[in-house]
């Protein structure tokens, strides 16, 4: 495969009217945007619940990185931005469940807001393919 940069698509795509791509592939390696509770049809899913928010996150994550190519399994980087520290022990399991040894490299921030209000968690991630 080329180094060239690929834009990834989804079909339907919920962040197409924010004027983003769901993810770059350049060469062995996908860039995802990052990746929230929407769902496909672009409403937010879970208002007021962060484990809702938090699995729609997960899933939307999964299905961009099958479109990519790749899956959960070869990420290698983790972003998360969370407004409410206090959710962090719901990460903690959350990459327990959904990822093995050895385990991503990972970042987590606290922010004050997320592009929508209503977002309470977002996340974007570096895979293999």
């Known amino acids: 495969m080329s180094d060239k940069p690929v834009p ?3 079909d339907p795509d919920p962040l197409e009217p924010f ?7 350049v060469g062995n390696l996908v860039f995802l945007s990052g990746q929230a509770a929407l769902a496909e049809d672009g ?3 879970g208002e007021g619940d962060f484990d809702l928010q938090l699995g729609q996150t997960l899933a939307n994550i999964e ?4 479109s990519a190519g790749s899956d959960l399994s070869k990420i290698v980087k983790v972003t998360i931005y969370l407004t409410d520290m206090a959710n962090f022990p719901k990460i903690v399991e959350a990459r327990k469940k959904h990822f093995t040894p050895p385990y991503p490299a990972d970042t987590t921030v606290e922010v004050s807001s997320l592009a929508l209000p209503e977002l309470m968690v977002e996340i974007d991630v570096i895979a293999a393919v």
């Open 8 to 10: 990834v698509s989804i």
């Open 19 to 25: 004027a983003l791509a769901p993810a770059w592939r």
């Open 43 to 45: 409403s937010i899913v």
């Open 63 to 66: 299905r961009v990185l099958e």
